[in-house]
């Protein structure tokens, strides 16, 4: 038993939530991979090909546990370099699904760019950051390098998933909020992406709608007219192509109540097509009602409050806002899985991180929960150490991440 203890290594409590939301996943996915199930004539079959993918994420998790922080920045900067040209090739010879081009196939393998876009970029506006730190704030090129490399993505990304987009640019925008960017450059370009999207919003209704991204902004303005039926009652319009899907979902949370139906008691995972991945939120309220769906919110609102627990443990810059990244990143991503689920958005298409159906983005979201792992363990005096006492002394830290850490 003491070895098979001593292999989970770094915060437990990080552990907990994401063995807890593993959990989750899996028998929600048994459970709400009805239409799943039915195409293929295999009960069984999805429930089998998530829980590998998270067993391959966990043996991740388990290896990027003992990888010390301060490799992260090389790995991050590759990942840009390969989320760059794959975000390019899926532009122009990417697999259509749903409408969209946002995978690529490589020997078979559906891969999401964009998923590899969001690392790499969190861990890159963590590295500036920290390498930027003045006692009085950050040097004044920092925006400047972080606005222009996140403008290069969010470019690539934004034609062909706009909420994913948006999502990125949040995150890194918080991190530089953290990470004590100039109060005046950070509101000016805001007010400018602002106007931006308005002049965009505007236009679009004069752009030919079957031509490239104006297909695509077409289908976002129309999301948002659905999404706003003015002063009719969402119960006196008729479900139709266009809410079939928002329908069902409320029709599911309506059917939770308070406790839910118990667990494969769902009757609208035989109506919605995306149960099993962007509206599982849905499901998991019709089977375990309200108080579930709270359950899962704090599951993911602990996760944050714990990485800034972490963060402000940690000795050095870099790692304090690598995990404030990645847990942003997470929280963010759930929360606006869950508005949609119970209408307070429009429809976007972001999965539940780690309990949604998902091939990258389930390893990805697994990478994330091993690279916060290895902060708690390597970057705080805690674990400083104790890995000390374990190897008989402590890790150098490179230079150009030896910034102490201006929060703690």
């Known amino acids: 038993m003491e070895g098979i203890r001593s292999i989970p290594k770094g915060d437990k409590y ?44 966990t043996m991740g998790v388990l290896v990027m546990q003992n990888i010390h922080y301060k490799w992260f920045k090389g790995i991050g900067l590759l990942l840009l370099v390969v989320a760059f040209f794959l975000l390019i090739y899926a532009l122009a010879f990417g697999k259509e699904l749903n409408d969209t081009q946002r995978w ?9 760019p964009s998923e590899f876009a969001k690392l790499g970029m969190v861990i890159f506006t963590a590295f500036i950051l920290a390498n930027k730190q003045t006692s009085n704030g950050v040097e004044k090129n920092t925006f400047t390098i972080i606005f222009c490399v996140l403008g290069v993505f969010f470019m690539l990304i934004f034609p062909e998933n706009f909420s994913t987009a948006v999502l990125l640019a949040a995150v890194v925008y918080c991190m530089m909020l953290i990470g004590r960017i100039e109060l005046k450059k950070w509101f000016g370009s805001i007010a400018i992406i602002v106007l931006v999207g308005l002049s965009g919003l505007f236009i679009s209704k004069y752009l030919p709608e079957d031509v ?17 039926s003015g002063d009719i009652p969402e119960y006196e319009i008729k479900t139709g192509d266009k809410n079939y899907q928002v329908h069902h979902a409320r029709m599911a949370i309506a059917n939770g109540g308070v406790f839910g139906k118990f667990i494969g008691n769902s009757r609208e995972r035989d109506f919605l097509p995306q149960a099993y991945s962007d509206f599982i939120y849905a499901i998991i309220i019709e089977e375990t009602g309200l108080v579930g769906g709270i359950v899962v919110m704090l599951l993911y609102l602990s996760l944050l409050i714990r990485a800034g627990m972490i963060a402000k443990k940690c000795t050095r810059a ?42 990258t983005s389930t390893i990805v979201t697994c990478f994330y929960f091993g690279i916060m792992l290895s902060i708690s363990r390597y970057a705080t005096l805690e674990g400083m150490e104790e890995e000390k006492k374990l190897t008989g002394s402590v890790t150098e830290v490179p230079e150009d991440l030896a910034a102490p850490n201006p929060n703690m």
Not at 104 to 112: A, P, R, V, W, Y
Not at 332 to 353: C, D, E, K, R
Request: proline share 4%; glycine share 8%; hydrophobic share 55%.
């Open 14 to 57: 990080i552990w907990g939530i994401y063995f807890v939301l593993c959990i989750i996943s899996i028998v929600e996915m048994y459970s709400a991979s009805s239409t799943l199930t039915f195409k293929i004539q295999d009960y069984f079959a999805p429930t089998i090909r998530h829980a590998l993918f998270l067993f391959c994420g």
């Open 104 to 112: 690529i196939s490589l020997g078979g393998i559906s891969l999401q």
């Open 212 to 228: 490239g991204i104006f297909k695509r902004m077409q289908t976002w303005e129309n999301r948002l007219i659905n999404f706003n």
């Open 318 to 359: 870099f790692p304090a806002f690598l995990i404030l990244g990645i847990a942003l990143m997470i929280v963010f991503q759930a929360m606006i899985n869950m508005s949609v689920a119970v209408g307070l958005i429009p429809v976007t298409g972001q999965p539940l991180p780690l309990i949604s159906r998902g091939g």
